[in-house]
C-alpha cells in the first residue's frame, strides 16, 4: 500500500524559510515522479514542483523558480521541498504527490498517489 505522508508546515514571517518533508512507503523513487502541489483558499489547486525518476532534473512553477527547491533521499524514502523567501502569497495547504508518469506534465490529474497535506502560512 503507497502512503506518503508530509510535515515540516508551520506558521513563518514573510521572507523566512521552512523544509516541508514527505515520508513515503510502498513505492519505489526509481519508477516515480515525486512533486508538490498547494492549495489556497478560494483558490484552485495548482502545482509546485516535481523531480524525475533519476532524481536528475527538477521542474519548478514559475511562481517558486529561484526561491523553492526540491530534492530526496533514497535511503531515508523521503523527500523535501526547501522554501525560502517565503511571501505571504505562498500560504497554502502543501500536498506531497507522486506518479509514474512525466517530469513536465503538471495535470493535477496525473499524479496518482497523495499525501494528506501540511498547513504553511506566511505572515506579512
Known amino acids: 500500500q503507497v502512503r506518503l505522508v508530509e510535515s515540516g508546515g508551520g506558521s513563518v514571517q514573510a521572507g523566512g524559510s521552512l523544509r516541508l518533508s514527505c515520508a513515503v512507503s510502498?513505492?519505489?523513487?526509481?519508477?516515480?515522479?515525486l512533486g508538490w502541489f498547494r492549495q489556497s483558499p478560494g483558490r484552485e489547486r495548482e502545482f509546485v514542483a516535481a523531480?524525475?525518476?533519476?532524481?536528475?532534473?527538477?521542474y519548478l512553477a514559475v511562481a517558486v523558480e529561484g526561491r523553492f527547491t526540491i530534492s530526496r533521499d533514497i535511503a531515508k524514502n523521503t523527500f523535501y521541498l526547501q522554501m525560502r523567501r517565503l511571501e505571504p502569497e505562498d500560504s497554502a495547504i502543501y500536498y506531497c504527490?507522486?506518479?509514474?508518469?512525466?517530469?513536465?506534465?503538471?495535470?493535477?490529474?496525473?499524479?496518482?498517489?497523495w499525501g494528506p497535506g501540511t498547513q504553511v502560512t506566511v505572515f506579512p
Open positions: 523531480i524525475n525518476r533519476r532524481g536528475d532534473d527538477t
Open positions: 504527490v507522486a506518479k509514474h508518469g512525466v517530469l513536465r506534465e503538471i495535470v493535477e490529474a496525473s499524479y496518482n498517489y
Open positions: 510502498g513505492l519505489a523513487f526509481s519508477s516515480h515522479v
